[in-house]
């Protein structure tokens, strides 16, 4: 190869990894991190949905939960309309025990309410 092909070569190889830290990366752990909220999810959570919506939840199902928006007001809404957990940080880890690729869950903070009803 010419001392220009190789040059060339280089300059595609340091792109794609610029391109692979600066944009692929942080993605794909954002997207795990959205994962584990999503997995995480549990009865008298406080969540905001997708569209706006603040509820509590009362009742987790497959692939949905039942909000309480209000007194006597319960909504269905899928998991993935689930945007964030407010009383609650999901933090994700890996577990050095187990491969590498596994992930571990771990609660951060929780939240005084759940505290204090159980």
Not at 55 to 82: F, H, M
């Amino acid at each position: 190869m010419s001392q220009s092909t190789m040059s060339l070569v280089l300059y595609f190889v340091v792109f794609f990894g610029i391109m692979y830290f600066l944009m692929i990366r942080p993605q794909q752990k954002q997207a795990k991190q959205r994962q584990a909220m999503i997995s995480s999810v549990r009865v008298r959570d406080k969540v905001i949905t997708a569209g706006g919506i603040y509820g509590k939840i009362i009742k987790v199902k497959d692939n949905s939960v039942i909000l309480q928006i209000a007194d006597k007001v319960e909504v269905d809404v899928a998991k993935t309309g689930i945007s964030s957990v407010e009383n609650r940080d999901i933090v994700v880890e890996k577990d050095k025990k187990n491969d590498k690729n596994d992930k571990g869950v771990k609660l951060a903070k929780e939240d005084e309410d759940d505290k204090s009803d159980a």
